[in-house]
C-alpha cells in the first residue's frame, strides 16, 4: 500500500511539473526494499532481543528533469552498517546527481518536530585488475545532530563465485567529537547479489542474495579503541517467487561492556525486493 501510493503520487507530480511543450515521458517503476530484521544474543544478564525495519524507496521523475528522485528510506545520512539494535526514523527528500557519481540530498526525518537534513554523496566502482575497489566519501548535516563525515573503501575479488571481501567505514560527527569505525572481513559463495543503495550493505554483506558466507567484524565507537568483535556464518537463499529473500546466521559477539565475553546469538532476516535489485554474482 505505500509503495503504491507513493508512486501514484510521484507519477502525478511528475506530469504536475513537466514541461508543456514536450511529450511526456513514461514514469519508470520504482525500485523498492523492505527489509526484516530480527537478532538475539545470549548475555550475561539475559537474552538481548533487536528488531529493526528497513525501507528504501527511489522513484524517478522523467518529466522534470532526469537526474532527479524522490526518495524514502529508514536509514540515516550516514550509510553506517547499522545494527539490529539500531533503529531510525523514516526519511523522504529529494535527490539530484550534480555530476557522475556525485549526489546532492535535501529532505526531512519524519520526527516530532521533523528534522531537516542534506548531504552530498560520492561513490564509484574501479576496477583494479582482480580486485574491484569502491570509494565512498559523505558530507552530512542534520537540524538536530549538527555536520559529519562519512568515509569508507571496500575491496571485493572474484573468483568464479567466490567472494574475498575487506570494506571499512567510519564516520565522524561535529557534535561527538569522535570518529566511529567498523572493518569487516568476508568469504562468501555467493551466487546472486542484490544490489546495494547503502554503503552499509558491504560492511554487513547485506548485498548477498543468494549463497552463504563467513564474516569477521570489528566496530569501535572512537578511533582509539575496539567495542565489540563478532564472527557470524550467514546463509541466504530466495523463496521460489525470487522477489522475497530470507537469511540466518548463527554469531558469537565479544563486547567491552560484557567483558569481553564470547556470547552466542542468531540474526534472522528477510528482504521484499521489486523491480530488478537482485542480478547475477560473478
Do not use: C
Not at 535535501?106 to 560520492?122: H, I, N, Y
Not at 570509494?135 to 552530512?140: D, E, Q, R, T, W
Not at 567472494?163 to 569487516?184: E, F, H, I, P, V
Not at 542474495?209 to 537463499?237: K, M, N, P, Q
Amino acid at each position: 500500500m505505500v509503495y503504491v501510493w507513493t508512486q501514484g503520487a510521484v507519477e502525478a507530480t511528475d506530469r504536475r511539473f513537466a514541461s508543456q511543450n514536450e511529450e511526456l515521458k513514461p514514469t519508470p517503476a520504482a525500485p523498492f526494499r523492505l527489509g526484516l530484521t530480527f537478532e538475539s544474543i545470549d548475555r550475561s544478564d539475559g537474552a538481548q532481543l533487536a528488531f529493526d525495519v528497513n525501507l528504501d524507496i527511489a522513484l524517478g521523475l522523467p518529466n522534470v528533469e532526469d537526474r532527479l528522485r524522490v526518495f524514502i528510506t529508514s536509514d540515516d545520512p550516514d550509510e553506517s552498517p547499522r545494527d539490529a539494535r539500531d533503529g531510525s526514523a523514516l526519511r523522504a527528500g529529494l535527490r539530484y546527481q550534480l555530476r557522475r557519481h556525485l549526489d546532492f540530498d535535501l529532505g526531512v526525518r519524519l520526527d516530532v518536530p521533523p528534522v531537516a537534513f542534506t548531504s552530498v554523496k560520492w561513490t564509484r566502482e574501479i576496477p583494479l585488475g582482480t580486485w574491484d575497489f569502491y570509494p565512498f566519501a559523505k558530507l552530512f548535516a542534520e537540524t538536530r545532530e549538527g555536520v559529519g563525515t562519512a568515509a569508507g573503501a571496500t575491496f571485493d575479488q572474484w573468483s568464479g563465485r567466490r567472494l574475498l571481501r575487506s570494506s571499512t567505514y567510519a564516520k565522524w560527527r561535529a557534535d561527538l567529537g569522535q570518529t566511529q569505525w567498523s572493518q569487516a572481513f568476508v568469504y562468501a559463495r555467493a551466487r546472486q547479489l542484490l544490489v546495494p543503495e547503502r554503503y552499509g550493505s558491504y560492511v554487513k554483506a547485506n548485498d548477498i542474495g543468494r549463497g552463504w558466507g563467513v564474516r569477521l567484524l570489528a566496530s569501535g565507537e572512537d578511533i582509539s579503541a575496539v567495542t565489540y568483535y563478532e564472527a557470524g556464518v550467514f546463509y541466504v537463499r530466495p523463496t521460489a517467487n525470487n522477489w522475497l529473500f530470507w537469511s540466518v546466521g548463527p554469531l558469537l559477539r565479544w563486547d567491552r561492556q560484557y567483558a569481553w565475553k564470547a556470547d552466542p546469538g542468531v540474526r534472522v532476516g528477510i528482504n521484499a525486493l521489486f523491480w530488478d535489485l537482485a542480478r547475477p554474482a560473478r
